[in-house]
């Protein structure tokens, strides 16, 4: 592999990038910066079919990359492109647009921008620290005998449930609720909510207990929630635009979207590219994946992909998918900073 063929590779993926169609020798020679004749082109094709970076989908037609000369293309060959200041302007307006102020607000509205800039589909997912504490528990009237409970913890996260009881609460009820609740759990460490410390907070109800308990357990569940991997899943519309994906497999991803929570895990660092070919986790066939991490001061907390066919144009997507997550871990650490200095001060 001499520079000359790494160089007829990245040309072959490029034109191949850009059209779609199987890449012949003579377009290859005739770019300026191919300094050979068609047949040494057609020679190196031929020799980088044999080490398996290009294949000849058939005899007569030109050559198409591999998943292998994808691999080798994106970590050793392509050059990135570089975010001109205005497109970073116009990346933080959009972030600003979609009023990204609370932790779940922030990776959702990047999720949002990144899908609407890449057409493609966009995933993230987002692992609260265990050390987040219950700020506030509040209960919301919504309707008869259906109530939601909002759980906000110290770290800007906010979570919800529909709650429906088999009566309607009076002013007293729900004065007691919210006094009891921050008599007992503001504070307490989300991961500590336990069965147990459920049960004795029901228990200590007393007459309230019958009529209040479907409300504590519904605080359990949110903090339960809140343990667990958040998935979040943006533009997955844009998949059925794409011809060279199949449709029913769309279909398929778009109904088990929790599968992709084993993809987006956090043990790799900077970006991570993955093909269909090489996982057994992808429901879509013919696809690709670039994931990379984000943080919260010096703990990865959670991970951000893009979703598309394996004929992206990855050297412009991912500065992208960078921006995004070196955006997300600078507005998390000044959030958590920001709460320090309230905690500090108060």
């Known amino acids: 592999m001499n520079d000359r063929k790494l160089k007829i590779l990245a040309a072959v993926i490029d034109e191949y990038i850009l059209t779609g169609e199987p890449v012949g020798s003579k377009t290859i020679a005739s770019l300026p910066d191919i300094n050979v004749s068609a047949a040494t082109v057609r020679n190196d094709m031929a020799m980088l079919e044999q080490l398996g970076y290009l294949e000849q989908p058939h005899t007569s037609a030109g050559r198409i990359p591999t998943f292998s000369g ?22 933080d307006h959009m972030l600003e647009e979609n009023g990204a102020f609370t932790e779940d ?34 209960v919301v009237p919504t309707g008869k005998r259906l109530y939601v409970i909002l759980l906000i913890t110290s770290d800007g996260s906010i979570k919800n449930k529909a709650c429906r009881l088999e009566f309607d609460l009076t002013h007293e009820q729900l004065d007691f609720f919210t006094n009891y609740i921050e ?5 307490i460490s989300v991961a500590d909510l336990s069965d147990e410390m459920l049960d004795k907070l029901v228990e200590a109800m007393g007459t309230y207990m ?11 569940e949110l903090s339960r929630d809140l343990l667990h991997k958040e998935l979040t899943v943006r533009g997955e519309r844009n998949l059925l635009s794409c011809n060279e994906l199949d449709k029913m497999d769309i279909v398929r991803f778009m109904d088990n979207k929790s599968e992709l929570e084993n993809l987006l895990n956090t043990s790799f660092s900077g970006i991570h590219v993955m093909f269909s070919e090489e996982s057994d986790g992808f429901v879509i ?16 907390v959670g991970s951000l992909g893009i979703i598309g066919p394996v004929r992206l144009d990855y050297a412009k997507i991912i500065p992208y998918i960078e921006y995004f997550t070196n955006k997300i871990s600078d507005l998390l650490s000044e959030n958590s900073e920001k709460d320090g200095k309230e905690d500090d001060n108060e």
């Not at 008599?183 to 504070?187: A, C, F, P, R, V």
């Not at 019958?210 to 359990?220: F, H, K, R």
């Not at 994946?289 to 703990?299: A, F, H, T, W």
């Open 285 to 300: 066939g013919n696809s690709s994946m670039i994931v990379s991490n984000y943080q919260k001061g010096d703990k990865t």
């Open 210 to 220: 019958i009529t209040l308990s479907p409300l504590v357990q519904g605080v359990y």
């Open 105 to 138: 607000l922030i990776i959702q509205s990047a999720a949002t921008a990144l899908a609407e800039l890449t057409q493609c589909a966009v995933v993230a997912s987002n692992e609260v620290p265990k050390f987040s504490v219950i700020s506030k528990v509040e």
């Open 70 to 91: 994808y691999r080798l293309y994106i970590e050793k060959i392509m050059k990135p492109h570089e975010l001109p200041e205005e497109e970073v302007e116009r990346l």
């Open 183 to 187: 008599e007992n759990l503001q504070g």
